[in-house]
């Protein structure tokens, strides 16, 4: 099993550039998250699925979009990049709701806007 | 709503030592508890965990963790540090039925030879 996989690994981007980054997760989870890491802040999170099909705003939404056509994917969009979106972002999933459950994460990808 | 503070940012421990992380939570109710662990260049994986019971509990790699209700605390120990416990701690709280873990800002450890 190969667990929580995101690719890229790492991407720079010109402002107003766009990208979408992909999270696979083969453990049959119905939970699924995108984090971003910025140092000093923690993990904070931006959207998370509870199932194919649905998506929700997590604590910091804006300037992203996500989908979940698959069960096991989960895509994190950024239509117009803007250096503040300079993050590590870190894909996770868990079989319960994340509140009580363990959560299992991706290596993460780090992206640079310039 | 939930919140987590870890008051250190760095610590640095001899190889050998005993390490103490500290974890103060805030929420209304039963809180579930996490400790993660953080290697250069990785994700997360998950250390130990608190639902209910016993209020000290046994993790991987050697390190446990004790539940204070008394004190909002959900303090990561560890006998005796080696070299590669060199990473970074988040402690996380969540409860039952909750959607989402709040995670607090970290704890990077530094170990000394």
């Known amino acids: 099993n190969a667990g929580v996989t995101q690719t890229p690994k790492f991407r720079v981007l010109k402002t107003g550039q766009s990208m979408t980054l992909l999270c696979a997760q083969d453990m049959n989870h119905e939970y699924m998250y995108w984090y971003r890491q910025d140092p000093g802040m923690g993990l904070r999170l931006i959207h998370y699925?509870?199932?194919?099909?649905?998506?929700a705003k997590g604590e910091v939404p804006d300037g992203y979009n996500v989908s979940r056509l698959k069960k096991q994917n989960f895509l994190l969009g950024l239509e117009s990049a803007a250096p503040s979106q300079t993050s590590v972002y870190f894909c996770?999933?868990?079989?319960?709701?994340?509140?009580?459950?363990?959560?299992?994460f991706g290596p993460g990808t780090r992206l640079t806007v310039l | 709503a939930q919140s987590v503070t870890q008051p250190d940012i760095h610590i640095t421990v001899s190889e050998g030592a005993s390490l103490e992380l500290r974890c103060n939570y805030s929420?209304?109710?039963?809180?579930?508890l996490f400790w993660y662990v953080q290697s250069p260049g990785q994700g997360l994986q998950l250390l130990l965990k608190?639902?209910?019971?016993?209020?000290l509990v046994q993790g991987i790699k050697g390190f446990e963790a004790e539940f204070k209700r008394s004190q909002s605390s959900f303090n990561l120990r560890k006998p005796s540090v080696h070299w590669s416990d060199a990473a970074e701690y988040f402690c996380?709280?969540?409860?039952?039925?909750?959607?989402?873990?709040?995670f607090g800002t970290g704890t990077r450890l530094l170990v000394s030879p």
């Open positions: 608190y639902f209910s019971g016993d209020t």
């Open positions: 996380a709280v969540g409860a039952r039925g909750f959607q989402k873990l709040v």
């Open positions: 699925s509870v199932g194919e099909g649905t998506t």
């Open positions: 996770a999933s868990s079989y319960a709701l994340a509140g009580g459950a363990e959560q299992f």
């Open positions: 929420y209304g109710a039963t809180p579930y």
